[in-house]
């Protein structure tokens, strides 16, 4: 499905202009605003599909940076967030919604027996970090390379191979002082620096954000049995992979249970909201009241209920919506592949459950190492030639299913993977 490219990047480096006089970058988050050609204005959503203001509809694999797995207009979220309203604005007051969510979250995730909400992954990140200091009265802390946990100074570094340092400007070095960096997967390394000292382990189960990479075998088990030795909290990053990679998250799939998970994105189904859940004992500095857990808007009602109403969705549906969106990736992962082989283009395509990760004119990328083999100007370009195709994806090659892509849509999108892919030859060439 071919757009007018001319007319979209027009009307959408025009809105641009005006936003850059009064918005910083023009966008309220920095990769929106470096979408090639041009960032896109959405104007309408509905199902797994978004229209600009210059009224062309495209196929949405973005979907939000991976919040709406039930697509952009879920009916039974659109209600409860409507029936909420007419309750009126009760932010910083108790209300039933909170434990709801909490025993929807304790009958669906293996690690929570109980939750602390907050408003994004970032945030939540920072709280599980202060419940596993309080837990064990120690500091350090052992992270991933590789792995994302939110734009706070004591997590935001280690994110590009080549770099432990701050991911961004501005950052205090400081902050990062408690924490070691290994590298994902290695076990061995991480039985080489893991001591009692430890208050936490914190990673990222399945890399989603690093390049949807399964773990290797044996290493979450492995990871598990150490920190349980020696008495550290093993903390999931699961506001990616939770409610996506399954019901119960990368937890259930892959049946290793943590002290306590970070969720987000998915159970909110695109309204803001996390939470820090975990064993009664691992929680119990917050429960005790011994923690402070702060925010005006932790639990906020209307979140809250769009929370219930998905995952109570999900938990409905999971026997059908999880196996289908998978067999969706995987059908365009097969197909990508097929394709760039015939038509002689070098492409790694990796998957985990319903996301894929696209590393355009590379091969062989098989492990997270690998991912600093990407190349950022054909990956890019590649984005680009998709969205000239009536196909939106995550500027650096990401991709999410929902419940709403349509065979039809699987369709045109493979149409899409084809023109992009022959785009991408005759760069090459």
């Known amino acids: 499905m071919k757009i007018d490219t001319d007319d979209f990047v027009s009307k959408s480096l025009d809105w641009r202009t005006r936003a850059l006089k009064s918005v910083a970058y023009g966008t309220s988050s920095t990769p929106r605003g470096n979408q090639k050609p041009a960032p896109l204005v959405a104007a309408r959503a509905s199902g797994a599909h978004v229209w600009d203001i210059s009224g062309q509809r495209f196929i949405d694999y973005a979907l939000g940076f991976g919040p709406l797995i039930l697509g952009h207009s879920p009916e039974g979220v659109i209600q409860a967030v409507i029936a909420e309203l007419g309750r009126g604005l009760r932010t910083a007051t108790i209300h039933r919604g909170e434990a709801q969510l909490g025993e929807l979250i304790a009958q669906t ?198 929370a219930v109403a998905c995952i109570t969705y999900l938990r409905d549906n999971a026997a059908w919506l999880y196996p289908r969106m998978e067999a969706q990736a995987s059908e365009l992962a097969g197909f990508i592949d097929t394709e760039a082989r015939a038509q002689g283009l070098a492409m790694s395509v990796r998957q985990a459950g319903s996301a894929l990760q696209l590393f355009p004119s590379v091969a062989g990328v098989t492990q997270l190492s690998d991912a600093g083999r990407m190349n950022r100007p054909a990956t890019d370009a590649f984005a680009a030639d998709l969205m000239a195709a009536g196909v939106q994806i995550i500027g650096r090659g990401l991709m999410y299913l929902s419940s709403e892509h349509t065979d039809t849509d699987i369709a045109e999108t493979k149409a899409a993977f084809a023109h992009a892919i022959a785009a991408a030859v005759r760069r090459d060439l």
């Open 109 to 306: 995730l293996p690690s929570a027996e109980l939750s602390a909400f907050v408003s994004s992954g970032s945030e939540a990140v920072q709280l599980a970090l202060r419940i596993a200091r309080a837990t064990t009265g120690r500091t350090r802390i052992i992270r991933f390379r590789g792995n994302y946990h939110g734009w706070f100074d004591s997590v935001h570094s280690g994110g590009r191979p080549g770099n432990d340092g701050p991911d961004t400007l501005g950052q205090d070095p400081a902050a990062t002082a408690s924490s070691v960096l290994l590298d994902w997967g290695d076990l061995d390394m991480l039985r080489a620096t893991l001591t009692r000292d430890f208050a936490a382990v914190l990673l990222e189960p399945v890399a989603v954000n690093g390049g949807c990479f399964m773990p290797p075998d044996g290493f979450l088990e492995g990871l598990r049995a150490i920190t349980r030795e020696m008495g550290v909290m093993l903390i999931f990053d699961e506001v990616i992979s939770g409610y996506r990679l399954s019901l119960g998250g990368a937890q259930a799939r892959l049946s290793v249970t943590p002290d306590l998970s970070v969720i987000g994105k998915a159970m909110g189904a695109g309204f803001p909201i996390s939470a820090v859940a975990g064993s009664a004992a691992a929680m119990e500095p917050v429960a005790s009241g011994r923690l402070l857990h702060r925010g005006t808007f932790n639990g906020n009602p209307v979140s809250v209920a769009a």
